[in-house]
């Protein structure tokens, strides 16, 4: 059974904009922390943000003030809206959920690793 389906990346010039959308089960996403990942080529997946059950949000630093995380709980679904976008933004971007927004950070996650989503910033 798929409980995650990431989308919306593409190809976009530095300064631009993307938004993403991560369809979640209802299993997976009823109250339960939701969070975005990344991974660049030949590096580690990294935490990006997180959102927790009641709209408390917590940013990586190389985001904060680009990168915006909301959820929509009556569509089971989280976004990533990524403003002034960066060549080192450059990642396939994942989403998972976390019992707490606290475990997003720690990869302490709850769900199996969807496909992603593949956002490439360049000119």
């Known amino acids: 059974q798929v409980q995650l389906v990431e989308s919306g990346g593409g190809l976009v010039q530095p300064g631009g904009s993307l938004r993403l959308s991560c369809a979640a089960s209802?299993?997976?996403?009823?109250?339960?922390?939701m969070g975005w990942y990344r991974q660049a080529p030949e590096k580690q997946r990294e935490f990006v943000a997180g959102?927790?059950?009641?709209?408390?949000?917590n940013y990586a630093d190389p985001v904060k003030g680009r990168f915006t995380i909301s959820r929509d709980n009556a569509k089971n679904t989280v976004h990533l809206q990524m403003n002034s976008l960066k060549p080192e933004d450059t990642a396939v971007y994942y989403c998972?959920?976390?019992?707490?927004?606290?475990?997003?950070?720690?990869?302490?996650?709850?769900?199996?690793w969807g496909e992603g989503t593949q956002v490439t910033v360049s000119s």
């Open positions: 998972n959920a976390g019992s707490v927004l606290s475990s997003l950070a720690s990869f302490r996650t709850m769900a199996s």
């Open positions: 209802r299993t997976i996403f009823s109250n339960n922390a």
């Open positions: 959102i927790g059950t009641s709209g408390t949000r």
